[in-house]
C-alpha cells in the first residue's frame, strides 16, 4: 500500500520556468513532510520540510504548499535552473520517537537551458 | 552531512552468500536507518535502530538482518543474498526525538547475480 503518492514521475522544465511537483498522503497521523533531493551517485539530502500547522513555507526559490484538508503538499521550484536538475522526493512522517519516513517514488526534473 | 560512511560502496556477489553492508557515523546520532531505493519504489525502510542493541523492522525487511552493538556502527546483513535484492543501500541517522532531519549515507550499490 502506497502511504505518500507522488507526481509527475519525470518532469521537463525550461530554464527559469517553475517546476511543480505534488504528494498526496493517506495517514492523518503524519505530522512532518520533507522535501528530499538527490543528486546521481549521491544520498538524498533534505531540501525543505513543513509541518501541518502552516500552509505553506518558503526557503529561497522553493516552496511548499499544504493542503491538510485534501491530504496533499507539493513543491514549487521558482525560476528553475539546471543545477535544480535531480530527482526529488516527498516524505511523510508521525511523530514519536522512531519517526519513520514513508517515501513517495520520486520525480526526476531536468532543467533545460 | 551527518559523517556516515558506508562500505563497501559497490559489491558484486553471488546469489545464495551472505552479504554484509556497514554503516558508521560520527554524529553520535541515537536513531540509525537502513533503506534500499529501487526505480519505482522511492526509498523503502528495511530496518531502523533507535539505540544500542535496540533494533526493529521496517516495511520491507524480510531477507535482512541487523545489528548495533555500537552507537556509530549498524550492519545490514543479507543471510543468503537473492537477485530480487539487488539494489542501492542507503544508510541514515536522525539525532534524538526532537530532531527530525534524517541524514543520508552516499549509498551502497549491490548487484547480486
Known amino acids: 500500500q502506497q502511504q505518500v503518492k507522488q507526481s509527475p514521475q519525470s518532469l521537463i522544465v525550461q530554464k527559469g520556468g517553475i517546476s511543480i511537483i505534488n504528494c498526496a498522503y493517506e495517514?492523518?497521523?503524519?505530522?512532518?513532510f520533507p522535501w528530499y533531493q538527490q543528486f546521481p551517485g549521491k544520498g538524498p539530502a533534505l531540501l525543505i520540510a513543513?509541518?501541518?500547522?502552516?500552509s505553506e513555507k518558503k526557503e529561497g526559490r522553493f516552496t511548499i504548499s499544504f493542503n491538510k484538508s485534501a491530504k496533499q503538499f507539493s513543491l514549487h521550484i521558482m525560476d528553475s535552473q539546471p543545477g535544480d536538475s535531480a530527482t526529488y522526493f516527498c516524505?511523510?512522517?508521525?511523530?514519536?520517537?522512531?519517526?519513520?519516513?514513508?517515501f513517495g517514488t520520486g520525480t526526476l526534473l531536468a532543467v533545460q537551458p | 552531512d551527518a559523517g556516515i560512511t558506508q562500505s563497501p560502496r559497490h559489491k558484486v556477489t553471488e546469489t545464495g552468500t551472505p552479504v554484509t553492508l556497514r554503516c558508521h557515523q560520527t554524529?553520535?546520532?541515537?536513531?540509525m536507518y537502513w533503506y534500499r531505493q529501487d526505480p519505482g519504489h522511492g526509498l523503502r525502510l528495511i530496518h531502523y535502530?533507535?539505540?544500542?542493541?535496540?533494533?526493529d523492522k521496517g516495511e520491507v525487511s524480510d531477507g535482512y538482518s541487523v545489528s548495533r552493538s555500537k552507537t556509530e556502527d549498524f550492519l545490514l546483513t543479507l543471510e543468503s543474498a537473492t537477485s530480487s535484492q539487488t539494489s542501492v543501500y542507503f544508510c541514515?541517522?536522525?539525532?534524538?526525538?526532537?530532531?527530525?532531519?534524517?541524514?543520508f549515507g552516499e549509498g551502497s550499490w549491490l548487484t547480486v547475480v
Open positions: 541514515a541517522t536522525r539525532t534524538g526525538i526532537t530532531g527530525n532531519t534524517i541524514y
Open positions: 495517514n492523518t497521523a503524519f505530522d512532518y
Open positions: 513543513i509541518r501541518p500547522d502552516v
Open positions: 516524505a511523510a512522517s508521525r511523530g514519536g520517537a522512531t519517526n519513520k519516513l514513508i
Open positions: 554524529e553520535n546520532h541515537r536513531y
Open positions: 535502530s533507535y539505540g544500542v542493541k535496540d533494533t
